[in-house]
């Protein structure tokens, strides 16, 4: 595969991660109401332990906000979803509607330095994890599933 290639997806990526993440910055305030008056289970403690099962350890508080999926999508969230894919997740269902989202800061990354900023992503729609991914939002970051880069990487060359 070619720089120039990688370098596009790259860039695809960051641009759709802060496409994300940018209405969690902004709407925090609005979602934390909306959690806090939301029956069922806390949205926040699903994610935590959704993501211990997977072996990552993270910062008990959230960024927490939501995130409208739309009805048509372009080739990067085509590509965001195979991401999706890869590790079991599909989010065509989710077409047109709102989802939770909770950013929380990983503190296990593997070989990640003491000041590197590592982000796990949940979308949770009815009380349940139904999407997400673990990132670094430099330019030069990375994204990749919850189980590590591998099972997207294989989806993407096999």
């Not at 403690?45 to 048509?72: M, N």
């Not at 991401?83 to 709102?98: E, H, M, N, V």
Request: proline share 6%; hydrophobic share 40%.
């Amino acid at each position: 595969m070619g720089r120039s290639l990688r370098i596009k997806r790259r860039f695809r990526f960051w641009l759709l991660c802060a496409a994300l993440f940018l209405p969690t910055v902004l709407f925090s305030a609005r979602a934390a109401r909306v959690c806090l008056t939301a029956s069922g289970p806390d949205p926040a403690a699903v994610c935590r332990s959704f993501l211990a099962e997977k072996g990552w350890r993270v910062a008990e508080t959230p960024a927490s906000g939501e995130t409208r999926i739309p009805a048509a999508w372009d080739a990067v969230f085509t590509s965001y979803n195979a991401l999706q894919r890869a590790q079991g997740f599909d989010l065509r269902p989710f077409r047109g509607k709102t989802l939770q989202k909770l950013v929380f800061s990983v503190l296990n990354y593997p070989g990640a330095p003491p000041d590197e900023t590592v982000l796990a992503t949940c979308f949770v729609f009815d009380g349940r994890v139904v999407g997400g991914d673990i990132c670094c939002p430099r330019l030069d970051g990375f994204m990749h599933g919850f189980q590590g880069e591998t099972a997207y990487e294989q989806a993407q060359n096999g």
